[in-house]
């Protein structure tokens, strides 16, 4: 029998010799264009790195599709390609289900579901997803990890880190080492189904009677560290509704139900839910006259716990922003996890500030960015970059990214739903019972009956 560390040595090394080329041919294509003024062909090298990601399945595959999502993170050649990420994913075998199912359940597996389906039903970074049925008639959807997944994530992170050093090399003024140790710390959970499950109690919880969402119950009799079991909900892909055009109404309802979605487990518990992919929701009608039309959300790997002083840190920034108070502002961004920033620094950031708040200042029916400029953020991101660069930098705490994600992620749907509403008051309906203790009780009341693990 081979030993395991051995196993996994061997599996991460194969893992680096597949993705080295990639990832450290993106950054060359990249210095060598800014520095040398060699100019390459990008669209193609960027379906070549698809390729090879898509086909890995990895958590490098997960972070290309965050980074496709904000502005100036990588060439616009290389954003759109690693967009389209999750929904070209190809899917495992039978033969590898089979074995997969047995390591979990036991040679008897089978006779546990009334029903499995060999052809798996959606295919993502981390696992695969089959419908099936039990006995007692519910549908559940069953996510199955694929094999040898922490080394993969281990050799992953390591490119991750190497490609992440070579673009400091390339451009210093976004310090990223601590958003890394959060990023690895995420993906190292995200492996835990058990937890996953635990976390969709949780969200199950905290979204109960908030309309307009659904979340899949987990079955914990089903249910492993490498294989998830949940209820089956049946929805669409938003992008496939988009392309028939659908009525402003169901638009703007789609978009109220995201914002809950995310903010109603932030605002009153202090969680996040960290991967805003276009992949980890459908759209559907809803049985409530009133709602018509919302949301399922998906895949909980990616959670944040946030102590009740962060959400004072966001709701603060809101405030300075609204006011144009600079001391208030300085202590928000204290709070959030920047340290030592220099006053320049400081109304850098407010820029960026001013552009994620300015939509829940105004209180008015509005889109989430103007319709008639589509490189509006983009803009925004690049003065604020520039303007970074020119004060020197800053140090991306580990409390920045996955807020930051969820704003941007979401965001950038609304704008694509074209979604016009009073963003003001719904943000202020969130708030207006706002108090630390408050949120402190209610999230640890949370976490305990869905049994979240510590840590």
């Not at 960027?46 to 993170?73: D, N, Y």
């Not at 495992?92 to 006779?111: D, H, I, N, Y």
Request: net charge neutral; with cysteine.
């Amino acid at each position: 029998m081979s030993d395991p560390k051995e196993s996994t040595l061997f599996g991460e090394m194969r893992r680096m010799v597949r993705t080295s080329g990639a990832v450290t041919g993106v950054a060359a294509r990249v210095a060598g264009e800014r520095f040398l003024g060699i100019k390459s062909d990008k669209n193609a090298h960027a379906e070549s790195l698809k390729q090879v990601l898509g086909g890995l399945k990895g958590p490098l595959m997960k972070v290309a599709q965050f980074l496709a999502t904000v502005p100036e993170a990588l060439p616009e050649e290389y954003a759109q390609e690693l967009a389209t990420l999750q929904s070209n994913a190809p899917p495992m075998g039978w033969a590898f289900v089979r074995r997969r199912m047995q390591s979990e359940l036991g040679p008897a597996w089978q006779s546990r579901f009334a029903s499995f389906g060999q052809e798996a039903a959606a295919a993502a970074s981390l696992g695969q997803v089959h419908r099936a049925t039990l006995h007692d008639g519910r549908l559940v959807a069953c996510k199955l990890q694929y094999p040898d997944m922490p080394s993969v994530v281990e050799a992953d992170l390591r490119q991750l880190k190497i490609a992440l050093a070579l673009y400091r090399r390339v451009d210093s003024t976004l310090d990223n080492e601590e958003a890394y140790t959060e990023l690895a710390t995420r993906l190292r959970e995200e492996l835990d189904y058990m937890r996953e499950a635990a976390h969709a109690r949780l969200y199950a919880s905290m979204l109960r009677g908030v309309p307009g969402v659904s979340v899949p119950e987990p079955v914990p009799e089903l249910t492993t560290r490498r294989l998830l079991t949940m209820s089956w909900l049946e929805g669409r892909p938003i992008l496939k509704r988009l392309e028939e055009d659908p009525p402003a109404e169901e638009r703007v309802a789609y978009a109220k139900a995201l914002f809950r979605a995310w903010y109603v487990p932030f605002y009153r518990y202090g969680v996040i839910h960290g991967d805003p992919h276009l992949g980890n929701y459908q759209v559907r009608p809803d049985a409530d006259p009133e709602v018509r039309f919302g949301v399922n959300l998906f895949d909980f790997g990616v959670i944040r716990v946030f102590p009740a002083s962060f959400v004072t840190g966001v709701i603060m920034l809101y405030e300075a922003v609204r006011d144009g108070d600079f001391d208030k502002a300085a202590e928000a961004y204290r709070i959030w996890g920047f340290r030592d920033l220099k006053k320049e620094t400081m109304e850098v950031l407010n820029m960026w500030a001013r552009f994620l708040y300015e939509p829940l200042v105004e209180d008015r029916v509005r889109p989430i960015t103007p319709l008639d400029d589509p490189m509006y953020g983009r803009r925004i991101a690049m003065e604020v970059h520039a303007g970074l660069k020119r004060t020197g930098g800053v140090k991306i705490p580990r409390e920045f990214p996955l807020m930051d994600r969820a704003a941007i992620g979401l965001g950038s749907v609304f704008y694509r739903l074209r979604a016009e509403a009073n963003w003001h008051r719904m943000f202020m309906e969130l708030i207006s019972d706002f108090n630390e203790q408050t949120i402190q009780d209610r999230q640890a009341a949370a976490l305990a009956e869905a049994g979240v693990p510590k840590g």
